[in-house]
């Protein structure tokens, strides 16, 4: 046990430059997801058929893709139509990108389920759609999405690992990198995981604490 802590204290510097990493591949994935999700999801409840199909069709093919999958391809096919992009800029394009469109689904069942009745005295007052989606229905709906969003979040920062594999330098990576240089598997890999804990714990906290506050679920 004392060897372990000694080891851990050599190689947490840096395994710690690889978790600012993660939470940043995280956060601007999350970004990127949910301002796409919420187009998505608004093309989707729209009643345009013209707009909500096509997009229907794009989310079902996106989720039915492996993220790594779409990782390789952005990062590896893009380069060959004139698009180079940063490893740093693909894994947050492909996970935004996919998370996207399961965030996407959260947010158009969200909506779907605020109550007919008040969406249609909305209208019988003369509110436009416009108005009546800021004012009416997203903020009820806000209320709804909070639990699944915070799971979707949560695997998010879980996946941005996956991010490793076209070279990111995040967590895992360097977890990768530091156990094939000291093969030493055991203690590296018991501080990864203890540091993605250290990450998704607190996450989990905060979003039970902003369910409990606002009544999310009811």
Do not use: H
């Not at 600012?20 to 995280?26: G, N």
């Not at 919420?38 to 909500?52: D, M, Y």
């Not at 993220?67 to 952005?74: A, C, K, N, S, T």
Request: proline share 4%.
């Amino acid at each position: 046990m004392q060897t372990f802590f000694s080891q851990a204290a050599e190689y947490l510097p840096f395994l710690l430059s690889g978790v600012w990493l993660t939470v940043a591949v995280t956060l601007l994935a999350l970004l990127l997801a949910t301002l796409l999700g919420l187009v998505w999801s608004l093309c989707r409840t729209s009643g345009i058929r013209w707009l909500a199909t096509p997009v229907r069709v794009f989310v079902e093919f996106i989720r039915g893709i492996p993220i790594l999958v779409i990782l390789f391809y952005i990062y590896f096919v893009m380069p060959e139509i004139g698009i180079d992009l940063t490893a740093f800029q693909a894994g947050v394009i492909g996970l935004g990108l996919t998370y996207s469109c399961y965030i996407a689904e959260t947010f158009r069942a969200g909506i779907e389920a605020v109550d007919r009745g008040q969406i249609e005295a909305a209208k019988s007052i003369g509110m436009k759609q416009g108005m009546m989606m800021r004012r009416v229905v997203l903020p009820q709906a806000f209320k709804i999405v909070i639990p699944p969003y915070g799971n979707n979040l949560i695997m998010l920062l879980k996946d941005s690992s996956q991010v490793s594999v076209i070279s990111v330098a995040e967590l895992t990576m360097q977890g990768k990198m530091l156990a094939s240089s000291t093969f030493n598997n055991l203690t590296v890999f018991t501080l990864v995981a203890l540091l993605y804990l250290c990450l998704t714990l607190p996450l989990n906290f905060i979003m039970n604490r902003i369910e409990k506050s606002t009544g999310a679920g009811r």
